[in-house]
Nanobody, 124 residues
């Protein structure tokens, strides 16, 4: 079992930045792909970006050039750096761990472990 805890969310003005952290416990995250998803008011969960165990990246088009993901396996932590935030980025952000197959890093069903989420609110 892998337990994931997100932190770093909050309220920020449009154009600002936030850095989310996802701390894992229970097992080392090194063999897992780690991803961030977000869930807006309509309760649909959308893929944001992911990083595989070999540091291969996958991004949603809406965040390319603004968001980056990194992992520190020694700290068992994954980070999401969000720059130039927009009001439409407002959501609950979830961290996930799993072993997706080829081409499936953006699918929520590929991930076995999820955190509780952290709220990000971007004001206009």
């Amino acid at each position: 079992q892998v337990q994931l805890v997100e932190s770093g969310g909050g309220l920020v003005q449009a154009g600002g930045s936030l850095r989310l952290s996802c701390a894992a416990s229970g097992r080392t995250i090194s063999p897992y792909a780690m991803a961030w998803f977000r869930q807006g008011p309509r309760k649909e969960r959308y893929f944001v970006l992911a990083i595989s165990g070999s540091s291969r990246l996958s991004y949603a088009d809406s965040v390319k050039g603004r968001f980056t993901i990194s992992r520190d396996d020694a700290q068992n932590t994954v980070f999401l750096q969000m720059n130039n935030l927009k009001p439409e980025d407002t959501a609950v952000y979830y961290c996930a761990a799993g072993t997706p197959g080829d081409g499936r890093m953006s699918y929520a069903s590929s991930y076995d472990y999820w955190g509780q989420g952290t709220q990000v609110t971007v004001s206009s």
